[in-house]
Every structure is written in C-alpha cells, then in structure tokens.
C-alpha cells in the first residue's frame, strides 16, 4: 500500500465525456455540451458547459489537403484553450505512408478533448475564422479521458 501511494503522484486527467462537438450558435467555434470534473497535478477541477468557445489565437492556417490536430485543454481556472500539432500531408496519411501526429501534451492543463481537421481540395482551414463544416472542410472530434497513445492513421472518420 505505501509504494502506490508514493509512486502514484500528479497526473492530469479527464473524468467526464465533455461531449464536444461544433457550436450551434457560431459554427466555427467549439460545443463543450457537458460539465467537465478533471485533474490536474492531483487535485480536482470543474468547468463549465460553453456552446460558444473559440480556438486559442496563434494557430497556423493550412489549405489543399493538409491535416492536423487541436487538443482542447482546460486549466486549473476552469478555462478553455487549444493547441495544433503537425500540419501534415493528407494524401501521404490517406495513402499509408504517415499518421497525423497529436498536440504536445501541456502538463499544466487537463485534456478534455481532440479535433481533427482536415482542408480538402481548394479549401482553407483557418483556425478562428473557418466554420468546422465548411465545404470541402472535415473536422472530427474525439472526447478523451487523456492523450491517446498513437497518433492517428486517417484524416477522416474514428481512425
């Protein structure tokens, strides 16, 4: 019993399915439909329901079948931020030859949960600006419990 409790120390963790999806009020913005209770260093935390929430600002814009991932994270504040991982090739991912990497993880935040974006032909993703369902947009969002273990092997769909 003493080595658990020694060994088992911090740890950021989701403990609600956040249900995250697009915005019905603002379509390029986040739904967060579910309170979220997390832990960050081993402590409890609480946010909110939000409808509305927007992309961290900083983000890189990509176009012309290109892929990439957000991580929704949450702060000992209760407050919402994002993260982009790699900007990758999706005909590459699509063909086998890569993954889309996810987001570095912020070990001062709680994963609530993962966007995955993918910019078709002609298309423009700009993160804060561009809807989640725009044409010839794909966008997929996953809840998590914490930071999956493998990157993903497409860019559309569960995968």
């Not at 983000?59 to 209760?78: P, Q, R, S, Y």
């Not at 999956?148 to 569960?158: A, E, L, N, R």
Request: aromatic content about 8%; charged content about 15%.
């Amino acid at each position: 019993m003493q080595e658990n409790l020694i060994e088992a120390r911090g740890g950021n963790l989701n403990f609600e399915n956040a249900s995250i999806a697009g915005s019905s009020v603002t379509a390029n913005r986040i739904n967060i439909a579910n309170k979220v209770n997390y832990v960050i260093d081993g402590k409890y935390y609480h946010a909110v329901v939000i409808n509305n929430q927007a992309m961290s600002a900083g983000h890189t814009t990509f176009a012309n079948n290109k892929a990439c991932v957000f991580a929704l994270w949450a702060d000992t504040a209760g407050a919402y931020s994002t993260t982009q991982g790699e900007i990758v090739d999706s005909e590459e991912v699509d063909d086998g030859k890569r993954v889309v990497p996810l987001p570095d993880v912020v070990t001062t935040k709680a994963l609530i949960g993962l966007i995955k974006v993918k910019a078709g032909v002609a298309a423009t993703f700009t993160p804060t600006d561009t809807a989640f369902n725009a044409t010839n947009i794909n966008a997929t969002f996953y809840s998590t419990f914490s930071m999956p273990t493998q990157p993903f092997t497409s860019t559309t769909g569960t995968a």
